[in-house]
């Protein structure tokens, strides 16, 4: 009934032009549709989380995907059938490929295997699902409903990166974040006051000519939301993507347009003029490519919750819950992974409660790509 109606939608708003072709409603969770990463990296942000396929942490009830994180010692070690425990942390060795069968990581070596003498596992447990080489798309309409988590310290995303990276390493080749938040229920800059816990989205595409010159904040939106809350709530988040320009809806309203106004209402756009300056011999890393490049290419889903990370999502100058001596930010940007997420975990008495079972979890309802006829 959903997808009729939904078909039904489309054929009266957009005159029939677009056609479904994929969708999830979260009946299953469909290995053909979906790959569980499984890595203790932590990502370019040095999360504090390892990413396995125990279903704790993704599962499906009445339609809807949840992915929710948990403290590593209460899930089950498929080893041993029983919890992994505190002393884990500490004296145990973590091998994913032993543990889960798979590791998906690029660098097995350093994320695959982690050991509890080196300080190095991580003391909390999620799920990142992608639909990596099984389905991926360049341009059309996506339509996703979701509810983020609430707890503290939480960070969902809906986001795509590509199939190839045809124009090199991240962020050369491009992501699309097409929404995430912080799940703090009470979080704001110390200085200002502007909030930026679950009342917020972020919606961005990552570009960039080369890995430290990323230019995520000319394609950038924020939106906040006090009546319905991102975290309880569900919202409806869609992305329109052709060949001029990629468009962010949120609850039916267009919140942002990358590049705005579109490429073909601008005299020769392209993004590396865009994003200009650069620095000193920079070159263009999509120079023979479309004026679209790098977002010309076949990009696939991710949906995650991370826990944590010095990259900087989270701010070292912020309040939380309006006392920090009490509930502040555990840990320090500037410090390493393996401090950081040490210092969470200490915490753990300050933030723990804040994850109050499947409001924990982001929580997607559906998945639908759409493409004009012609496409």
């Known amino acids: 009934m959903r997808l009729l109606l939904a078909l039904v939608f489309l054929g009266a708003a957009f005159g029939e032009e677009w056609n479904l072709i994929w969708q999830d409603e979260f009946d299953i969770l469909d290995p053909d549709n979906w790959e569980h990463e499984v890595t203790a990296w932590g990502g370019g942000n040095g999360e504090f989380q390892v990413y396995t396929p125990d279903q704790e942490n993704s599962y499906i009830r009445d339609g809807v995907l949840f992915i929710k994180p948990t403290l590593l010692p209460e899930n089950i070690n498929p080893a041993t059938g029983e919890p992994f425990g ?25 994320n695959c295997v982690r050991r509890g003498s080196e300080s190095s596992i991580p003391p ?24 983020m988590p609430r707890g ?13 990276g045809v124009y090199g390493g991240w962020p050369m080749s491009g992501d699309i974040d097409i929404a995430e938040s912080i799940g703090n229920e ?26 430290d010159q990323n230019r995520n904040h000319l394609t950038l939106v924020h ?21 001029n320009a990629i468009r962010w809806f949120l609850d039916g309203e267009l919140i942002l347009s990358a590049p705005d106004p579109p ?79 040490w210092n969470l975990w200490d915490a753990r008495d300050r933030w723990l409660w804040t994850w109050e079972g499947e409001d924990a979890a982001m ?12 496409e």
């Open 86 to 110: 505190e002393d884990f942390l500490t004296n145990g060795l973590l091998d994913l490929k032993e543990l889960y069968g798979n590791c998906t990581d690029f660098d097995p070596e350093n």
């Open 124 to 147: 909390t447990m999620s799920a990142r699902l992608r639909t990596y080489q099984r389905f991926a798309f360049c341009r059309g309409r996506a339509e996703l409903r979701a509810k």
């Open 152 to 164: 503290d310290w939480l960070w969902p995303a809906m986001w795509m990166l590509p199939e190839e």
């Open 186 to 211: 009470d979080l704001k800059f110390a200085d200002s006051g502007d909030d930026i816990g679950m009342q917020r989205m972020k919606a961005t595409t990552n570009w960039g000519a080369t890995f």
């Open 223 to 243: 939106r906040l939301n006090f009546t319905e809350d991102f975290a309880n709530y569900f919202h409806d988040y869609v992305i329109e993507w052709d060949e």
């Open 263 to 341: 490429a073909n209402e601008q005299d020769n756009f392209n993004f590396f003029d865009f994003g200009a300056p650069w620095a000193e011999g920079t070159t263009n890393p999509w120079e023979e490519a479309s004026q679209m490049a790098p977002f010309d290419q076949d990009l696939h889903f991710i949906l995650s919750v991370a826990v944590g990370g010095v990259g900087g999502y989270f701010p070292d100058d912020v309040i939380n819950r309006g006392d920090n001596a009490v509930f502040g930010k555990p840990w320090n940007n500037t410090e390493s992974q393996v401090d950081a997420m």
């Open 363 to 374: 929580q997607v309802d559906y998945i639908r790509v759409y493409q004009k006829a012609e």
